[in-house]
């Protein structure tokens, strides 16, 4: 899949906004994918990443003729997702669901790499996998996760570095038998 470019991605935002439609399938196709990683990672859960990712959508493109691009548009949309992502597991919080018994991620046909991935970066403090997730496995900018996240720079710098702490010791901790948190 070719990956467009953040001044694309703004470019196709701004004309979307003005009511162009090619721009706007332009703009989901372009960011679909980020999102879905993105709302997956944050949610802990991959079966509810397309609905979430669909809401994102929902709540952006009408947003986009008041886009004012004082940020990247891909940022502006993962900043949507997150606050979506967080309205999710508030409303989850107030009325709580019968628990099925397992606390596992369903995975659609991963390799084992990825599975073990999922799992490592799941089980991450949720802040420290939100950056983690953007700036290591979305691409963005220390500065670009920085507004996504509603924080400062060196915040981003220091989950990010925690992170990869947190990942190491799990990695050893489980290749020594020792026990996996």
Do not use: K
Not at 165 to 179: K, M, N, Q, S
């Amino acid at each position: 899949m070719l990956r467009c470019d953040d001044a694309e991605i703004t470019s196709q935002a701004l004309r979307a906004g003005a009511g162009d439609r090619a721009a706007t399938e332009a703009f989901v196709r372009a960011t679909q994918a980020d999102v879905r990683r993105f709302v997956a990672y944050l949610a802990g859960d991959v079966r509810l990443a397309d609905d979430l990712a669909q809401e994102t959508y929902l709540r952006a493109l009408p947003a986009l003729a008041r886009f004012e691009h004082r940020s990247p548009a891909r940022a502006w949309l993962l900043s949507v997702a997150r606050r979506v992502v967080a309205d999710h597991i508030r409303s989850l919080r107030a009325r709580p669901r019968p628990h099925n018994g397992s606390d596992t991620v369903d995975q659609v046909d991963p390799g084992f790499a990825e599975v073990v991935l999922n799992e490592l970066v799941g089980a991450l403090d949720p802040e420290r996998r939100s950056a983690f997730v953007l700036t290591q496995l979305l691409g963005l900018s220390y500065a670009e996760a920085a507004e996504v996240c509603g924080c400062p720079i060196g915040t981003i710098r220091s989950r990010v570095a925690r992170a990869r702490e947190d990942l190491v010791t799990a990695i050893h901790d489980d290749r020594t038998g020792r026990r996996v948190s």
